[in-house]
Nanobody
Framework: QVQLVESGGGLVQAGGSLSVSCSASGITVNSATMGWYRQAPGKQRELVAVINSDGNTNYVDSVKGRFTISRDNAKNTVYLQMNSLKPEDTAVYYC?????????WGQGTQVTVSS
């Protein structure tokens, strides 16, 4: 049974930094494609960052140079470091794992950036 548990969201001022974590069980993060998605009120869920099993990363244009996705294989955890945050980054951030032709989701963590 795959479980993804996010933590680390919160409230931060514009220009600040925040890191969110995704602790995985039932799946090893270095054997799957792991991603962070976000969904703002009234908007569709969008892919923010992804890291594949080879360690290659990719980002949506709006966060390039500000966000960094990484993983700690020993802790079986994926991180999203968010710097220079903007009010438009406000959303619920979801951890995603793609493996065995299936998507697995965490429950989400709220990130709010005040102006």
């Amino acid at each position: 049974q795959v479980q993804l548990v996010e933590s680390g969201g919160g409230l931060v001022q514009a220009g600040g930094s925040l890191s969110v974590s995704c602790s995985a069980s039932g799946i090893t993060v270095n054997s799957a494609t792991m991603g962070w998605y976000r969904q703002a009120p009234g908007k569709q869920r969008e892919l923010v960052a992804v890291i594949n099993s080879d360690g290659n990363t990719n980002y949506v244009d709006s966060v390039k140079g500000r966000f960094t996705i990484s993983r700690d294989n020993a802790k079986n955890t994926v991180y999203l470091q968010m710097n220079s945050l903007k009010p438009e980054d406000t959303a619920v951030y979801y951890c995603n794992a793609y493996k065995w032709l299936r998507n697995y989701w965490g429950q989400g963590t709220q990130v709010t950036v005040s102006s």
